[in-house]
């Protein structure tokens, strides 16, 4: 690991993996034995997100797989475009190549889409999910949540170089972000791939996927997994009232689907609150699917 550039940040009991498929050496972090569970991060985010988490769920019998997917990370891709579904094609080589049948699901922010399109079209790799900060897809679209996409115009027009310390800002988090943390989630933009991939991201799969929520595309499908979607209470404008009337009667779009909302807690909710959102998590996959 010693090569991997920049260094991998520390993160005691991990083991790292690099898997090969067609066009893509993926980086995994894992950590634990057991029933698998896949954690997704978000954007800038990479596999370090985890760090706090995956040892708690580990150490509850399961083996944790955190992968940097693609255009973050320690993630190299020989082809560097990336279009709506192109992580999703990613990570299905990625589980196949770990022999990961099916598995639980935690993903953050753009891991998210990743997640809810393997939900979506492939329910049956999926146990549970547990999505983080970002609104089920079904849900209705309102003028209200517009607020929420108020970074977008930045990241579609990304200049390589060019900071983005400003996404952990007050707004986005609960508390102010350690100087050193916040540096190692951002150390791999250091890589002109992963700053580059940055424009990509968001014109290549962010875009379209949002377009197809605004439309209603996913309201017309059925989710078949069991899901959790969590919010912090801090993270507007994803307010408690103003999501659960936004997505009425989920019984019409989800077989089985629930809200939670923790405290003190903003859009970068497993820096807020690694443990609740672990705890969470938990509990989910035991009353989800208590009988596996």
Same mark, same amino acid.
């Not at 970002?134 to 970074?151: N, Y």
């Given at each position: 690991?010693?090569?991997?550039?920049?260094?991998?940040?520390?993160?005691?009991?991990?083991?790292?993996?690099? /898997?090969?498929?067609? $066009?893509?050496?993926?980086?995994?972090?894992?950590?634990?034995?057991?029933?698998?569970?896949?954690?997704?991060?978000?954007?800038?985010?990479?596999?370090?997100?985890?760090?706090?988490?995956?040892? /708690?769920?580990? $150490?509850? $019998? *399961?083996?944790?797989?955190?992968?940097?997917?693609? $255009?973050?990370?320690?993630?190299?891709?020989?082809?560097?475009r990336i279009e709506r579904e192109t992580r999703l094609t990613d990570l299905l080589g990625v589980l196949d190549a770990l022999e990961v049948g099916r598995a639980h699901f935690v993903a953050h922010?753009?891991?998210?889409?990743?997640? @809810?399109?393997?939900? *979506?079209?492939?329910?049956? &790799?999926?146990?549970?999910? @547990?999505?983080?900060?970002?609104?089920?897809?079904?849900?209705?679209?309102?003028?209200?949540?517009?607020?929420?996409?108020?970074?977008m115009p930045g990241l579609i027009w990304h200049r390589p170089g060019r900071s983005l310390a400003g996404l952990f800002s007050a707004g986005y988090v609960a508390r102010p972000m350690p100087a050193e943390t916040l540096a190692t989630h951002?150390?791999?933009?250091?890589?002109?791939?992963?700053?580059?991939?940055? &424009?990509?991201? *968001?014109?290549?799969?962010?875009?379209? /996927?949002?377009?197809?929520?605004? &439309?209603?595309?996913?309201?017309?499908?059925?989710?078949?997994?069991?899901?959790?979607? @969590?919010?912090?209470?801090?993270?507007?404008?994803?307010?408690?009232?103003? /999501?659960?009337?936004?997505?009425?009667?989920?019984?019409? *779009?989800?077989?089985?689907?629930?809200?939670?909302?923790?405290?003190?807690?903003?859009?970068?909710?497993?820096?807020?609150?690694?443990?609740?959102?672990?705890?969470?998590?938990?509990?989910?996959?035991?009353?989800?699917?208590?009988?596996?």
């Amino acid at each position: 690991m010693s090569t991997s550039e920049p260094p991998l940040p520390e993160a005691p009991g991990f083991t790292h993996l690099f /898997v090969e498929t067609p $066009g893509l050496r993926s980086h995994v972090a894992t950590v634990g034995d057991g029933e698998p569970v896949v954690l997704l991060h978000g954007f800038p985010q990479h596999w370090w997100q985890w760090h706090a988490i995956a040892p /708690v769920l580990a $150490g509850r $019998g *399961y083996r944790v797989l955190c992968p940097d997917l693609r $255009g973050a990370g320690w993630t190299t891709a020989d082809d560097p475009r990336i279009e709506r579904e192109t992580r999703l094609t990613d990570l299905l080589g990625v589980l196949d190549a770990l022999e990961v049948g099916r598995a639980h699901f935690v993903a953050h922010d753009m891991g998210a889409i990743t997640a @809810v399109q393997l939900a *979506y079209g492939h329910p049956e &790799r999926v146990r549970t999910l @547990v999505q983080l900060s970002v609104p089920p897809v079904f849900m209705s679209f309102s003028p209200k949540l517009m607020s929420g996409m108020r970074h977008m115009p930045g990241l579609i027009w990304h200049r390589p170089g060019r900071s983005l310390a400003g996404l952990f800002s007050a707004g986005y988090v609960a508390r102010p972000m350690p100087a050193e943390t916040l540096a190692t989630h951002l150390a791999p933009l250091a890589r002109p791939e992963i700053d580059g991939a940055v &424009r990509r991201l *968001y014109r290549g799969m962010v875009l379209p /996927v949002s377009t197809q929520f605004a &439309r209603g595309v996913f309201s017309k499908q059925r989710l078949r997994p069991p899901t959790l979607a @969590v919010f912090g209470r801090k993270d507007h404008p994803y307010d408690e009232g103003l /999501v659960r009337r936004l997505c009425g009667d989920s019984a019409k *779009y989800a077989e089985r689907f629930e809200l939670a909302f923790i405290d003190d807690a903003a859009h970068f909710i497993t820096d807020d609150a690694p443990d609740a959102v672990a705890e969470l998590a938990l509990d989910w996959f035991d009353r989800a699917e208590p009988a596996r």
